[in-house]
């Protein structure tokens, strides 16, 4: 009992974390969408002449928010119908992807001089734009590094569901619906009640079945 009910919390925790990871997806998304809006208006600013790069540390930052918003969903749809195999398979998908994550944040945030290549283009006539862009960079170094940490926390957290393996304890006690009208027209005073421990138990799958069957109706017998 005290196995199902540590592999149910692990099960919970891993959903938590999971729905906490995409909400900061969905953040970095806004975030990058926003700070790409901020740049086209900076530009427009400066002299027609200077042609500034691309700002591939924007695109990266969105890219790593919808790659972490999808594989966040993902989890979710595998932890409704979890198997080892299915769980398998979303183990190193995800690996894979965090894989090419880390990539594109070490090639385009880290290796490339942003601050020198703003700096080559931006006089000093626009410092606000300048400091703006130079403070942004390091925003985009950060949520994507912790972005990659939240990430690597599913994953382990997957990882340690799938090797204990199994289904949470609430699916295994629960295999189908209950029949509530049995439970209405059962006969308390039977010896197969008489134990208290399977008269709570009795009750407590009464109560998950209307849990689990909120618009199911209930039929009392009138005598």
Known sequence: MMIGCNRYRLYNSWRVVNVIVNVFGMGMIIYSLWLLKMWIQGVDRLPAPVELPRPWFIHVCLGVGIIVCMSTLSGHMVANCISKSVLGVYIV???????????????????????GEIMRYIDGRHN????????????????????????????????????????????????????????????????????????EETLKSYMDGILRNPYCQIIRNQS
């Open 93 to 115: 998908s995800i690996f894979s992807l965090l894989l090419i994550q880390v990539g594109m944040i070490v090639a385009v945030l880290f290796r490339i001089n942003w601050d």
């Open 128 to 199: 606000k734009f300048k400091g703006f862009l130079l403070f942004h960079i390091v925003i985009c170094r950060l949520i994507s590094i912790l972005a990659l940490v939240a990430q690597t926390n599913v994953i382990v957290l997957a990882a340690i569901v799938w090797a204990v393996g199994g289904e949470p304890a609430i699916h295994r006690r629960i295999s189908g619906p209950f029949d509530i009208r049995q439970s209405f027209m059962m006969d308390y005073n039977s010896p197969v009640l008489s134990d208290r421990g399977r008269l």
